[in-house]
């Protein structure tokens, strides 16, 4: 009897023993396969970011979409390395490819090697359909845009172009309404199809104020750096969002409907008794905003991941 105990004692050693071994071993598997998705994920998280940072400067600016994807990929530790940026398609779409080596703990005693996780992401431009933050400023959409061209917009007593551009009512007909949204951009949604009503007095005062507090707050002004259409930060305020309209009767402009969206690029405003004509240049420009797929002509895209 002793002796048969004495046996099934051993046993059981060697079936605890295996059965740690195993435990062990699928414990090991488990932390470096959770390390494997960490790893992943954080690589996947880079790109979306790096590839979002970079849509705004398309279509027309390629080299600093990549720049800005590149160093907002850098700055979620992300090596040059391990991503590739290309832009597709005429500057429509910005994809990234990253790949990582990543090195096991545990499982190495088992026979695994190290694996490498990839990660991709892929943004596309499309038109602008509804957005926050427009300028209460209008152009017609009938008009000839050519971009990169200085162009003035006369919204001042006496100067306004009735059928080319205006001033708009956006968040009430109020002076200091009108200079609130020039100032920050309108805080609600306009959308493609909406009906807006044009203004009709003295806003030359309340544009001159609000285009200066938007000039002051660029940070190339503040760093004492002159910002250009064509070389500006991405958060600069002199670029807005202009709303693209067409008369709803013929050649009556009290009221009218949005038809689209531009991007306009605001370089000065004259003196407020001359008007406070503002000089700017239309630019093709993306936003966050409501997305359609089809590209519209007046300049102002939106972006999103699609991959």
Wanted: charged share 20%; hydrophobic share 40%.
């Amino acid at each position: 009897m002793k002796k048969l105990i004495k046996n099934e004692r051993g046993a059981v050693i060697v079936l605890v023993a295996f059965y740690m071994t195993v435990v062990i071993g699928l414990l090991a598997l488990v932390v470096d396969a959770g390390s494997l998705y960490l790893e992943k994920s954080r690589l996947q998280k880079g790109v979306d970011l790096a590839v979002l940072a970079g849509m705004q400067n398309l279509p027309d600016l390629p080299e600093r979409a990549l720049s800005a994807a590149s160093n907002v990929a850098l700055a979620n530790d992300l090596k040059e390395n391990e991503v590739a940026f290309s832009i597709r398609e005429n500057g429509t779409i910005l994809a990234a490819t990253a790949k990582r080596n990543v090195s096991f703990t545990f499982a190495r005693a088992l026979g695994f090697s190290d694996q490498i996780v990839t990660a991709s992401a892929k943004g596309r431009v499309g038109s602008l359909t509804g957005v926050k933050g427009a300028l209460p400023l209008g152009a017609y959409g009938n008009q000839m845009f050519t971009f990169g061209e200085r162009v003035t917009l006369r919204v001042g007593p006496g100067s306004q172009e009735a059928g080319t551009f205006g001033a708009l009512e956006l968040s009430g007909g109020g002076a200091s309404d009108y200079e609130r949204d020039l100032t920050r951009g309108f805080a609600g949604v306009l959308s493609i199809g909406d009906v807006i009503l044009t203004r009709s007095g003295t806003v030359a005062n309340p544009t001159f104020r609000a285009i200066d507090a938007r000039k002051k707050e660029c940070p190339y002004h503040r760093a004492g750096k002159t910002p250009t259409y064509k070389d500006h930060p991405d958060n600069c305020p002199l670029v807005g969002i202009i709303p693209i309209f067409k008369e709803m009767v013929p050649n009556d402009f009290s009221r009218v409907q949005i038809v689209g969206f531009g991007s306009f690029f605001i370089e000065d405003v004259g003196r407020a008794n001359e008007g406070a004509p503002i000089t700017g240049r239309f630019i093709r420009y993306s936003f966050s905003g409501d997305f359609a797929p089809e590209l519209n002509p007046y300049g102002a895209y939106a972006y999103k991941l699609v991959e």
